[in-house]
């Protein structure tokens, strides 16, 4: 039997994308591949990208490369945001034999057109490395993190788009308007998942918050959360990325389940009043706070994370200074910070008052600082606790190879341990390590 094609898939950007990534995975094997998520030599690539700052772009145009380079001969497919806001020809400038967009019928596309390809021996490769099913080799591996524990944790869109158009935000136009999918569909690829070995289902969206607002007869996240929780099997599910107007006490009751992790991502994006307004976010910096007040008093244990921007057009000191107070205030458990990023058709692009890329700079260098020591301060909070852990692979660690797991409020912890792949167990959790903490097996789980 001759050998079966490889393919290689890598994913920039957000949560979305690793659902998509996995759609598309579960297409290329149902049609004769074998399939990676790391660089490697592959008979094609899929390459799933992002442009949601001009640093994402980069990276969108160095791994086209990067893949055309390593495998002159391999068939590379792009898909996701970059060819959406650079062009379809730009892609092809920089490697790609065939572009598609970001809708579920373009990714659908891209699988038949490799399908055919495989089937009439047309793939591009002659040959593969021998051990590239194992290897991360290749230049610019840096560009993509670790690879992904697909096998443990299911990433499932349950909806996309979005329809608030905030000022600085390209992922309108490149996600189109907000459309959820159908309970019955989401708790399907749950129990897909559960079938398939996952132990961990992350629900995403473009908008998670809006799921079921234009579905008929209209729906919230609690009805979705509480139709996955009764029909599946799934240990964990996580549903994180939301607004301050989506923390209802309806939603928080159901984390009375253990079932759900206690980890709640909120953009904050500015502490300012009058930054947020500019920005056209639909919350004001005491609602914010409400609902992360509201979150603590709700779910024990529970873990906030946010974005935040530095340098929105107009930003003064004084509005910064507000940013930072309200991080300290809010207390995150980890903060994911970028300088204002330019954005093409983007309302903000063309605002008056930009400010010094120097300045936004150095601005967000104060978030990054802060953010760590916010999240020290929250990792040192859960010292010597015990906290179920999902054990996903191996990795390099400061102290070598060792476990790496998330917490339920999603804290890296590592451990030394056999045999612990994909599965969950108590830890005790130890000093802060690396970006999570040191942590033990306690009752002898080995």
């Given at each position: 039997?001759?050998?079966?094609?490889?393919?290689?898939?890598?994913?920039?950007?957000?949560?979305?994308?690793?659902?998509?990534?996995e759609a598309i995975a579960r297409g290329l094997r149902?049609?004769?591949?074998?399939?990676?998520?790391?660089?490697?030599?592959?008979?094609?690539?899929?390459?799933?990208?992002?442009?949601?700052?001009?640093?994402?772009?980069?990276?969108?145009?160095?791994?086209?490369?990067?893949?055309?380079?390593?495998?002159?001969?391999?068939?590379?497919?792009?898909?996701?945001?970059?060819?959406?806001?650079?062009?379809?020809?730009?892609?092809?400038?920089?490697?790609?034999?065939?572009?598609?967009?970001?809708?579920?019928?373009?990714?659908?596309?891209?699988?038949?057109?490799?399908?055919?390809?495989?089937?009439?021996?047309?793939?591009?490769?002659?040959?593969?490395?021998?051990?590239?099913?194992?290897?991360?080799?290749?230049?610019?591996?840096?560009?993509?993190?670790?690879?992904?524990?697909?096998?443990?944790?299911?990433?499932?869109?349950?909806?996309?788009?979005?329809?608030?158009?905030?000022?600085?935000?390209?992922?309108?136009?490149?996600?189109?308007?907000?459309?959820?999918?159908?309970?019955?569909?989401?708790?399907?690829?749950?129990?897909?998942?559960?079938?398939?070995?996952?132990?961990?289902?992350?629900?995403?969206?473009?908008?998670?918050?809006?799921?079921?607002?234009?579905?008929?007869?209209?729906?919230?996240?609690?009805?979705?959360?509480?139709?996955?929780?009764?029909?599946?099997?799934?240990?964990?599910?996580?549903?994180?990325?939301?607004?301050?107007?989506?923390?209802?006490?309806?939603?928080?009751?159901?984390?009375?389940?253990?079932?759900?992790?206690?980890?709640?991502?909120?953009?904050?994006?500015?502490?300012?009043?009058?930054?947020?307004?500019?920005?056209?976010?639909?919350?004001?910096?005491?609602?914010?706070?409400?609902?992360?007040?509201?979150?603590?008093?709700?779910?024990?244990?529970?873990?906030?994370?946010?974005?935040?921007?530095?340098?929105?057009?107009?930003?003064?000191?004084?509005?910064?200074?507000?940013t930072l107070a309200a991080c300290r205030e809010a207390?995150?458990?980890?903060?994911?910070?970028?300088?204002?990023?330019?954005?093409?058709?983007?309302?903000?692009?063309?605002?008056?008052?930009?400010?010094?890329?120097?300045?936004?700079?150095?601005?967000?260098?104060?978030?990054?600082?802060?953010?760590?020591?916010?999240?020290?301060?929250?990792?040192?909070?859960?010292?010597?606790?015990?906290?179920?852990?999902?054990?996903?692979?191996?990795?390099?660690?400061?102290?070598?190879?060792?476990?790496?797991?998330?917490?339920?409020?999603?804290?890296?912890?590592?451990?030394?341990?056999?045999?612990?792949?994909?599965?969950?167990?108590?830890?005790?959790?130890?000093?802060?390590?690396?970006?999570?903490?040191?942590?033990?097996?306690?009752?002898?789980?080995?």
């Amino acid at each position: 039997m001759p050998p079966r094609p490889l393919a290689a898939i890598l994913t920039l950007g957000c949560k979305l994308n690793l659902a998509d990534s996995e759609a598309i995975a579960r297409g290329l094997r149902a049609a004769g591949y074998d399939v990676v998520d790391r660089l490697c030599e592959a008979d094609a690539f899929i390459l799933n990208t992002c442009s949601v700052t001009h640093v994402a772009d980069q990276k969108s145009r160095r791994l086209i490369r990067s893949a055309r380079r390593l495998s002159p001969d391999a068939t590379v497919g792009v898909t996701g945001c970059f060819p959406q806001t650079a062009g379809f020809d730009r892609a092809r400038e920089l490697g790609a034999d065939v572009v598609v967009g970001t809708a579920d019928s373009d990714r659908a596309a891209l699988v038949e057109f490799l399908a055919e390809r495989a089937m009439s021996n047309e793939l591009r490769a002659t040959s593969v490395l021998a051990d590239a099913r194992g290897t991360g080799a290749g230049p610019d591996s840096s560009l993509l993190p670790p690879p992904s524990s697909l096998h443990t944790r299911a990433f499932i869109r349950a909806q996309t788009g979005c329809n608030d158009v905030c000022a600085f935000c390209i992922v309108p136009r490149t996600r189109g308007r907000e459309e959820s999918v159908p309970i019955g569909t989401v708790v399907a690829e749950v129990n897909r998942a559960v079938e398939s070995g996952a132990r961990e289902a992350v629900i995403t969206g473009t908008q998670l918050g809006a799921w079921g607002r234009d579905l008929e007869p209209g729906l919230q996240p609690h009805d979705l959360i509480a139709a996955i929780l009764e029909r599946t099997d799934i240990v964990r599910l996580r549903f994180s990325s939301l607004q301050p107007r989506d923390i209802t006490p309806e939603l928080l009751a159901l984390w009375a389940d253990p079932r759900l992790m206690p980890h709640f991502h909120l953009a904050l994006q500015s502490g300012s009043n009058a930054v947020l307004a500019r920005m056209r976010r639909r919350y004001t910096l005491s609602e914010y706070l409400r609902a992360v007040a509201f979150l603590r008093s709700s779910v024990p244990g529970v873990a906030v994370t946010t974005d935040v921007i530095a340098g929105f057009p107009n930003e003064t000191d004084e509005e910064f200074e507000a940013t930072l107070a309200a991080c300290r205030e809010a207390g995150f458990a980890r903060m994911h910070c970028f300088p204002y990023s330019l954005r093409s058709r983007t309302a903000a692009v063309v605002m008056p008052g930009q400010v010094a890329p120097q300045v936004r700079q150095e601005r967000v260098q104060r978030l990054i600082a802060l953010g760590e020591e916010l999240s020290q301060g929250f990792r040192e909070g859960i010292r010597n606790t015990i906290r179920p852990v999902l054990w996903e692979h191996q990795a390099e660690a400061p102290r070598g190879r060792q476990w790496l797991g998330h917490t339920d409020n999603y804290v890296p912890a590592y451990a030394e341990g056999a045999a612990l792949g994909n599965r969950v167990t108590p830890a005790l959790l130890g000093p802060v390590y690396h970006d999570g903490v040191l942590a033990t097996l306690p009752g002898g789980v080995a």
